[in-house]
C-alpha cells in the first residue's frame, strides 16, 4: 500500500516558523517529483512549491518565496517544507504529493500528480 504521510503542523504566531515532513511508504519515491501543496477554507488547492527527484530543480509560488524552502531526503524517501516568517494567509491544510515519471520541467498542476497525503493544519494566528 503506498502511503504518503505527512507530520509537524501546528498552531503558530506569525513570525514564527514551522518545518513540515512528509515520509512515503510502499514504494520508493526516490525518482519521483515530490511536491507541496495547500487549500485554505474555502479555497481550492493551491500549489506551493516542488522539488525534483535529484534535488537540482525546485519551483516554488510567489506567494511563498523567500519564506518557504523545499528538500528531500531520498534515502529516508522523504520530502520536506521549511516554512519561516509564517503570516495569518498561509493558514491551510498541507498536502504532500509525488509525480512519477516526470522528466523536465516540475508541474504546478494538481492532476499531475500520482499520489497524495492525507494533509496536516497549519493555523497562523495574528
Known amino acids: 500500500q503506498v502511503q504518503l504521510v505527512e507530520s509537524g503542523g501546528a498552531l503558530v504566531q506569525a513570525g514564527g516558523s514551522l518545518r513540515l515532513s512528509c515520509a512515503g511508504s510502499?514504494?520508493?519515491?526516490?525518482?519521483?517529483?515530490m511536491a507541496w501543496f495547500r487549500q485554505a477554507p474555502g479555497k481550492e488547492r493551491e500549489f506551493v512549491s516542488a522539488?525534483?527527484?535529484?534535488?537540482?530543480?525546485?519551483d516554488i509560488a510567489d506567494s511563498v518565496k523567500g519564506r518557504f524552502t523545499i528538500s528531500r531526503d531520498n534515502a529516508k524517501n522523504a520530502v520536506y517544507l521549511q516554512m519561516n516568517t509564517l503570516k495569518p494567509e498561509d493558514t491551510a491544510v498541507y498536502y504532500c504529493?509525488?509525480?512519477?515519471?516526470?522528466?523536465?520541467?516540475?508541474?504546478?498542476?494538481?492532476?499531475?500528480?500520482?499520489?497524495w497525503g492525507q494533509g496536516t493544519q497549519v493555523i497562523v494566528s495574528s
Open positions: 510502499g514504494r520508493t519515491f526516490s525518482r519521483a517529483v
Open positions: 504529493a509525488a509525480e512519477i515519471g516526470r522528466v523536465g520541467t516540475l508541474s504546478r498542476e494538481k492532476r499531475s500528480y500520482d499520489y
Open positions: 522539488i525534483a527527484w535529484s534535488g537540482g530543480n525546485t
